[in-house]
């Protein structure tokens, strides 16, 4: 088993930064493919950014060159670093983690840290 815990989220002005982080116990997670979704009021959850084992990085249109997924696997963390924070940012982030096909059934996920961007 995997466990997840998120931190970092809070409120900010638009314009602002936050940096996410994702602490994995209970196994390593270096072999896992590891990612951060979000969702907001009345909205489906989304997939925002990836990382592979190796480190490639994929992001949803609406976050890149704004955001940066990241991992130290010598900490079993992953991060989340935004930058020029929008309103339509706002949400719950969720950290998930999956040694296949991130968002199957098999996946695990974190509680979800609350981040909310002011106009």
């Known amino acids: 088993q995997v466990q997840l815990v998120e931190s970092g989220g809070g409120l900010v002005q638009a314009g602002g930064s936050l940096r996410l982080s994702c602490a994995a116990s209970?196994?390593?997670?270096?072999?896992?493919?590891m990612g951060w979704y979000r969702q907001a009021p009345g909205k489906q959850r989304e997939l925002v950014a990836v990382?592979?084992?190796?480190?490639?990085?994929n992001y949803v249109d609406s976050v890149k060159g704004r955001f940066t997924i990241s991992r130290d696997n010598a900490k079993n963390t992953v991060y989340l670093q935004m930058n020029s924070l929008k309103p339509e940012d706002t949400a719950v982030y969720y950290c998930?983690?999956?040694?296949?096909?991130?968002?199957?059934?098999?996946?695990?996920w974190g509680q979800g840290t609350q981040v909310t961007v002011s106009s």
């Open positions: 998930a983690a999956a040694y296949g096909v991130l968002g199957t059934k098999d996946s695990y």
């Open positions: 209970g196994r390593t997670v270096s072999s896992y493919v």
């Open positions: 990382i592979t084992s190796g480190g490639s990085t």
